[in-house]
């Protein structure tokens, strides 16, 4: 069982910048591809980011592409998304990932096996 632990999330006014983190309690991280979701009140929760286990390949929804950065550190068993050019619509829960996936073309199937708890992200206007 893996245990993800997300940190970083908070209230930062539009333009702004802020990195989330999630570090699984496993050493099995490397076998893992990492994924961010978040999710509206009324809405299905979406995929915005994910990396592969080897780090070689790596996805960003449209809607976040060229403002958000997914990476991780083998290190501290740790994936990371930094935020920039923050939007009131980013306003969401931000939830993390560990699973499988497979890519194609430029975009990602991500089949979560296990969650982190969720952390809130607000952007006032």
């Known amino acids: 069982q893996v245990q993800l632990v997300e940190s970083g999330g908070g209230l930062v006014q539009a333009g702004g910048s802020l990195r989330l983190s999630c570090t699984a309690s496993?050493?099995?991280?490397?076998?893992?591809?990492m994924g961010w979701f978040r999710q509206t009140p009324g809405k299905e929760r979406e995929i915005i980011a994910a990396?592969?286990?080897?780090?070689?390949?790596?996805y960003l929804a449209d809607s976040v592409k060229g403002r958000f950065t997914i990476s991780r550190e083998y290190a501290k068993n740790t994936v990371y998304l930094q935020m920039d050019s923050l939007k009131p619509e980013d306003t969401a829960v931000y939830y993390c990932a560990a699973g499988g996936s497979s890519w194609y073309l430029g975009r990602v199937s991500f089949d979560p096996m296990y969650w982190g708890q969720g952390t809130q992200v607000t952007v006032s206007s």
């Open positions: 990396i592969s286990k080897t780090g070689g390949n790596a």
């Open positions: 496993e050493r099995t991280f490397s076998t893992y591809d």
